[in-house]
């Protein structure tokens, strides 16, 4: 029992966040490049993606795992992201960091989808069956590429109106 759930609840709860946060991240970030302001997808995106990173704690471990450092990066960059936003209000300096710790976050969480892709879909787990074959390999460079351009054109687009 996880939280009082089963271990299989425990994994569906924390299944269903972390495509919460992954769909409202690329939602956020669609408005980031289309230079449009934040709203409440926002706030949906950040508040999932904390409870991804903190649910995945949850499980049962008895060493540090990769996921464990994905998920202890992530809630460092969103600290740093949601300061940004909530106490600093995206003036100077904070802007950056805010657009770099979201674009973080939602990339560490489509990064482990994609691991948690190949190791779930028989299709793509006969494909790369140790994750470290060619297509598992190209789908996380294409991955990481595409995160690199978008946060960059992101970073030109997205201009918040300074706060009254």
Same mark, same amino acid.
């Given at each position: 029992?996880?939280?009082?759930?089963?271990? =299989?609840?425990?994994?569906?709860? *924390? /299944?269903?966040?972390?495509?919460?946060?992954?769909?409202?991240?690329?939602?956020?970030?669609?408005?980031?490049?289309?230079?449009?302001?934040?709203? *409440?997808?926002?706030?949906?995106?950040?508040?999932?993606?904390? $409870?991804?990173?903190? /649910?995945?704690?949850?499980? %049962?471990?008895?060493?540090?795992?990769?996921?464990?450092?994905?998920?202890?990066?992530?809630?460092?960059? $969103?600290?740093?992201?949601?300061?940004?936003? =909530?106490?600093? *209000?995206?003036?100077?300096?904070?802007?950056?960091? =805010?657009?770099?710790?979201?674009?973080?976050? +939602? =990339?560490?969480?489509?990064?482990?989808?994609?691991?948690?892709?190949? $190791?779930?879909?028989?299709?793509?787990?006969?494909?790369? %069956?140790?994750?470290?074959?060619? %297509?598992?390999?190209?789908?996380?460079? +294409?991955?990481?590429? $595409?995160?690199?351009?978008?946060?960059?054109?992101?970073?030109?687009?997205? *201009?918040?109106? %300074?706060?009254?």
């Amino acid at each position: 029992m996880i939280f009082g759930m089963s271990i =299989y609840t425990f994994t569906l709860v *924390h /299944t269903i966040i972390s495509l919460i946060g992954i769909a409202t991240g690329l939602v956020m970030l669609y408005r980031l490049l289309m230079g449009q302001g934040l709203d *409440h997808w926002n706030t949906v995106f950040l508040v999932s993606t904390v $409870l991804t990173s903190v /649910t995945g704690f949850g499980f %049962p471990f008895t060493q540090l795992l990769p996921s464990h450092v994905f998920g202890i990066v992530s809630l460092v960059v $969103l600290a740093a992201a949601i300061a940004a936003l =909530y106490a600093f *209000h995206l003036a100077g300096i904070w802007r950056w960091i =805010y657009l770099f710790g979201a674009m973080l976050a +939602l =990339y560490l969480n489509c990064f482990v989808g994609v691991v948690q892709a190949f $190791l779930k879909i028989p299709a793509l787990k006969a494909l790369a %069956p140790t994750q470290t074959e060619g %297509p598992f390999v190209t789908a996380q460079f +294409l991955l990481i590429v $595409l995160f690199i351009a978008a946060g960059a054109f992101a970073g030109f687009r997205f *201009h918040p109106r %300074p706060a009254a």
